[in-house]
């Protein structure tokens, strides 16, 4: 069957030819329908972040899929259900995180992830995966199904920032959005339902068509160029929750002042090295006296996929579209994987859903 | 009556002849049995934290107290209930953080800290309160109720950590203490009933009285000078849990590499300015992949001072013994604020409690 995969060190996706799957017990067979593109991807192909399964000198690419199960294999799935995959599975035999339900707290060496380090992904046609790892979305949703994921990596970063403040009455008006890349617009958009007040900040100058996104859903561009992050108070106001999707190292650093009293920083993203001076006394005084926290979130849980399809659901059709950029057909799978300022997002479609 | 104060710009503490105060409506007039010392005390007679009342010259100092009520004046207390006064006060009327009993939670400008900021202490003969900002304590407590405060600080910041980590099974077994004053010490005692393992780290060579409390509570003493907090992990472990009671700006950014996956540091340190460099990428790298998180903590709210009481019933009367330096009677004061390498924790002495 086709899959799409880089080969170690080719530094680009190609097509493959690989055999098809046999589902193992536990597990079913899942036909393809379409899988994501995002940041993550263009650093696995690059070769700077992930690693192809142990003894195989490729890694077939994608962890943000949705397909329709092909053969149950004696799970409780049927055949036609439309489901979506997550990403880790334990690395050899399970752990206590796995056995927890809890794979996205996984420590490094104690997971694989699909797609990206140490286990093939999903881009191919056809998939298997344990009933487990597999999430059941509404056919209504089957198109954009792949969206789940990304909305997923939200969804726990915004349980562990909000378990964060629980123990006091916080009652958060307003948030910030470092980054108006996919993942940093659907969290505008979930945020914008919780929020009185959003603002999400990029690069970008006029016109964009993720400021216009924006701007459609109501919330307040921050031009970065205009307005860095230790500005925002003094232009903006300082925002109860900040939500780092950038992986720009100072992010965390400036927010620490940048947040409101009791405020809250979810950081996402996953800077290289990088050495800079920082007024370390006025940051660790600012945290102490303004009971400031800092959460660290990566991956999701099944969960937190379950959420995500809730908070998929409720999301206009209008946002939806605007976001998704292109899908790509297997004969033109590379379009996908341009990243130029006119992709918000990509994926690629493997075969259609077709309503029994 | 007589009291302890600071003149602004003194530097140092005297005895002053202030009038015995009288409780208002739903205030309870308390006679002050003793008043902790602790590092604040020592900043706010130094002039760098804090500040007298509005329109007023000196500061009556002291915010660790334990008194018993000697007029109820209407309140639902009794006269010789043994209580605990808490330390913020609403400064300009009441706001939303002393209407929602978190007047901890209140940012900078909404509140006066009796003792140390806008409002007077307790280091006086006699002290009103509301009754709503009073504590009963078991009258077995009495003598070492001036403990609650500082315990309470502790609570808040455990509270805390402890809540930003509710979002998953998080199952510690070990943590460490930085700082081996006399903050460090209590709250080493309450995390040997609550963990597997713990360390307390300070800078000071043998013999040293806070070494043999680390030691005789069964905890691991961390020598700064042989093993710094980055050294820790490979020495020791790496801790679940973190709490900083030093105010060394370095130490919440060396603690966030030193924390083990899933771990969080409670920040409780009010360092000066500081400038330094940090490998911010590494750092913010750190604190998503393993899902790490950091909370500041300050002061501590009604609850937390109940649960204090709870907590210092807990601790044994040889740690509380080993831990009190020494109890000064008025007439020798200025030995209660003596801070040298013998010192751990001195109190005040007012008056003696007798039961009726």
């Known amino acids: 069957m086709n899959a799409i995969g880089v080969k170690d060190g080719a530094g680009e996706a190609e097509l493959l030819d690989i055999p098809r799957p046999d589902p193992e017990a536990g597990e079913a067979l899942v036909?393809?329908?379409?899988?994501?593109?995002?940041?993550?991807?263009?650093?696995?192909?690059?070769?700077?972040?992930?690693?192809?399964?142990?003894?195989?000198?490729?890694?077939?690419?994608?962890?943000?899929?949705?397909?329709v199960v092909e053969d149950?294999?004696?799970?409780?799935?049927?055949?036609?259900?439309?489901?979506?995959?997550?990403?880790?599975?334990?690395?050899?035999?399970?752990?206590?995180?796995?056995?927890?339900?809890?794979?996205?707290?996984?420590?490094?060496?104690?997971?694989?992830?699909?797609?990206?380090?140490?286990?093939?992904?999903?881009?191919?046609e056809y998939f298997t995966s344990p009933e487990s790892a597999l999430v059941s979305v509404p056919t209504a949703l089957a198109e954009y199904g792949f969206l789940v994921e990304p909305i997923s990596i939200t969804e726990k970063a915004i349980e562990h920032a909000e378990a964060s403040r629980s123990a006091f009455a916080w009652d958060p008006e307003s948030a910030l959005v470092l980054g108006n890349g996919s993942l940093g617009l659907l969290t505008l958009a979930m945020f914008e339902q919780r929020f009185e007040r959003t603002y999400c900040l990029g690069r970008r100058e006029r016109p964009d068509p993720t400021i216009d996104i924006i701007e459609s859903l109501g919330s307040t561009y921050v031009n970065s160029n205009n307005t860095p992050v230790p500005e925002i108070p003094e232009t903006y106001e300082a925002p109860d929750l900040i939500y780092e999707a950038t992986g720009y190292a100072r992010h965390p650093f400036e927010s620490i002042e940048a947040l409101a009293p009791n405020g809250v920083l979810a950081a996402l993203g996953v800077p290289g090295d990088w050495t800079f001076e920082v007024d370390g006394g006025a940051?660790?005084?600012?945290?102490?006296?303004?009971n400031k926290?800092?959460?660290?979130?990566?991956?999701?849980?099944?969960?937190?996929?379950?959420?995500?399809?809730?908070?998929?659901?409720?999301?206009?059709?209008?946002?939806?579209?605007?976001?998704?950029?292109?899908?790509?057909?297997?004969?033109?799978?590379?379009?996908?994987?341009?990243?130029?300022?006119?992709?918000?997002?990509?994926a690629v479609q493997f075969s259609t859903y077709e309503k029994r």
Chains 1, 2 share one sequence.
Not at 43 to 52: K, Q
Not at 283 to 290: A, F, I, Q, S, W
Not at 335 to 340: I, Q, R, S
Request: charged letters at 25%.
């Open 293 to 346: 926290a800092i959460v660290g979130s990566v991956n999701s849980n099944v969960r937190q996929f379950e959420a995500a399809v809730d908070s998929l659901a409720s999301l206009s059709a209008s946002f939806i579209d605007s976001l998704v950029t292109g899908i790509y057909d297997l004969d033109e799978f590379e379009g996908a994987f341009v990243n130029d300022d006119t992709t918000i997002k990509n």
């Open 283 to 290: 940051l660790h005084r600012e945290l102490v006296l303004h």
């Open 31 to 67: 036909r393809t329908l379409r899988v994501g593109v995002d940041g993550t991807d263009q650093e696995v192909i690059a070769g700077s972040h992930g690693g192809s399964p142990e003894g195989e000198d490729y890694l077939i690419l994608g962890h943000e899929a949705v397909g």
């Open 72 to 124: 149950p294999n004696g799970t409780e799935l049927e055949a036609g259900d439309v489901v979506v995959p997550t990403v880790r599975r334990p690395p050899n035999g399970p752990n206590r995180y796995f056995e927890n339900d809890e794979p996205d707290m996984a420590p490094d060496g104690q997971y694989h992830e699909r797609g990206i380090v140490g286990a093939h992904g999903f881009m191919a």
